[in-house]
């Protein structure tokens, strides 16, 4: 196939357009084109009155090397040429299961590529299926009655199941692809795999992830719910075995931590069992929400009713006096603000929305650089423990029965109390308590929160809206630690068979790099299980 670049439609063309624009830039006849793909949709809207899509395709044609030695060297042409993960040509064998603790994307596409490889891997995860999850979640958000370990961070799906399941990701990992397509295998729809902003939507995700469950079982693997990490065993350098509930054992010489930011229990018993690691920068910050109309009509202006839009995303970034960066993360069109806790007597947020996105708020992570030298102490722990602090004080300013802080924009910029919301209602599941912002967040954040507003409604007039509401506290946009691990093999650092991987072990932002990272280490497990003859060598098979 044919690669083309920079195809061009107004918002209002149909994309059936995209073929007489291929057959124009080839300059060959329609009839000539058997196919066309298309592989990335881009939404061009920086200046107002011209917005417009730019579309990557690949097409098929009738004579096509001709026609590439024809057009060598014309900007914007070139080969197709699809990447895909090889598995085994024969099955890996090991005597011994891997085990793969944590079923959120980097779990679920490790188990999945284990699986797939013929390992049979076991899955232990701490909280529940989806459905059981779902009813968790939603009592949770009635009452304020949390679950310590089935709730919106941990069980089937992880983190990412409950909030917006965007699937942006700044990784060059031809891995995203297969990542992507495996979604769409499993229900996700198949938009994802060009639209310039893919997401699937709590709604969606569930079914999407309990089929993928349904797949790893029916080729061998096992996934245990409410089944929690409670011990591992490491002999001679080489992990040999891992306790689940604090009682049984598995033997095993493969065992992948897809712990996610939120294990924090499990962070400590890794830290205890000698497992190297260090401080990672993370954010804190909050929510801010505006009426999804004023943030369409700000990205698109005259276009901002155009039916083929969908709702409007933003992404901006300030940079305070003394150089901390503040910006928007996790943006969610037409979404909600949730209680995200995990643990009692502490309270976090997240955003989450359905694949509709037809909610009345756009909601946004916007957030602070935080660095180690701003945490308590040098101890690898101490920006959890410091997160652990900022939630207490948010759990206790909204009243202690899971209701979140809250405040007006204007009257946190003004540091005056908010007496009541206007246009803007909060969102927040299961509700909201009206303070002063100022008095639950430390220092550090407040000021720089200022700053970066102000800061970004220079950039963007209007972000600054005094009836916008700002809901605390955003703290877990990801992990507070690095758990260390040799950049070749992907073990950890002094201990063969033990594979960090994904966002809680520090080396992933968001569900697709996870899910990447997930893939890696399975991929590093399975070569170690190759028969001999076919040592150092994936086989040909084709995904």
Excluded at 38 to 63: H, M, P
């Amino acid at each position: 196939m044919i690669q083309l670049e920079q195809i061009t439609l107004l918002p209002q063309e149909d994309e059936g357009m995209l073929r007489t624009r291929a057959c124009k830039k080839l300059g060959i006849g329609e009839k000539d084109l058997l196919e066309l793909q298309i592989l990335r949709q881009v939404l061009d809207a920086r200046q107002k009155g011209n917005i417009f899509f730019r579309y990557t395709v690949a097409v098929k044609v009738k004579g096509e090397e001709r026609l590439l030695r024809r057009l060598a060297g014309k900007k914007g042409i070139c080969r197709y040429e699809k990447k895909t993960i090889s598995f085994p040509a024969q099955p890996a064998k090991s005597q011994e299961r891997p085990v793969v603790v944590g079923f959120g994307p980097a779990g679920m596409f490790a188990a999945y590529v284990l699986a797939k490889a013929g390992l049979c891997p076991i899955v232990l995860e701490r909280g529940g299926d989806v459905d059981s999850r779902q009813a968790a979640v939603d009592a949770f958000w009635k009452s304020g009655k949390l679950c310590a370990e089935n709730n919106v961070q941990f069980g089937e799906g992880g983190a990412g199941t409950f909030s917006d399941g965007k699937l942006t990701a700044r990784t060059k990992d031809s891995r995203s692809r297969f990542v992507l397509e495996t979604l769409v295998h499993f229900g996700a729809p198949e938009e994802i795999l060009y639209s310039y902003r893919p997401h699937v939507g709590t709604d969606l995700l569930k079914d999407v992830v309990r089929r993928m469950r349904e797949d790893i079982i029916k080729r061998g693997g096992e996934v245990r719910f409410f089944s929690k990490m409670t011990d591992f065993r490491v002999e001679n350098g080489q992990v040999k075995g891992v306790q689940w509930n604090g009682k049984d054992w598995i033997q095993t010489q493969d065992l992948v931590l897809a712990l996610g930011h939120s294990a924090r229990d499990t962070f400590t018993l890794c830290y205890e069992k000698g497992l190297r690691m260090e401080q990672k920068p993370f954010a804190m910050g909050v929510r801010v929400e505006h009426l999804q109309k004023e943030i369409d009509r700000m990205q698109f202006g005259s276009f901002c009713e155009e039916k083929s839009l969908i709702p409007a995303s933003y992404q901006l970034t300030a940079q305070t006096a003394d150089g901390r960066g503040v910006y928007t993360f996790c943006m969610c069109p037409g979404g909600f603000v949730v209680n995200a806790s995990s643990e009692e007597g502490r309270l976090a947020v997240n955003g989450m929305s359905y694949h509709a996105r037809d909610g009345e708020n756009a909601n946004s992570a916007l957030l602070v650089q935080v660095w180690p030298a701003d945490f308590p102490s040098d101890h690898p722990l101490a920006g959890m423990e410091w997160q652990r602090e900022v939630e207490e004080a948010a759990f206790l300013a909204g009243g202690g029965n899971g209701y979140a802080p809250a405040q007006r924009l204007g009257d946190f910029l003004a540091d005056r109390p908010t007496v009541s919301f206007s246009r803007v209602k909060p969102t927040c599941r299961p509700g909201v308590q009206m303070c002063a912002l100022s008095q639950v967040l430390p220092e550090v954040l407040v000021g720089a929160l200022k700053e970066g507003i102000l800061a970004m409604d220079h950039k963007w007039p209007g972000f600054a809206a005094e009836d916008a509401v700002l809901t605390a506290v955003e703290s877990r946009s990801s992990s507070p630690v690095r758990l260390l691990r040799q950049k070749e093999t992907l073990q950890a650092e002094g201990i063969g068979g033990l594979y960090p991987a994904g966002e809680g072990a520090g080396y992933a932002g968001g569900i697709v790099s996870a899910a990447v990272d997930g893939v890696r280490v399975a991929e590093k497990i399975w070569e170690s299980h190759l028969p001999k003859e076919m040592d150092g060598t994936k086989g040909g098979r084709g995904i």
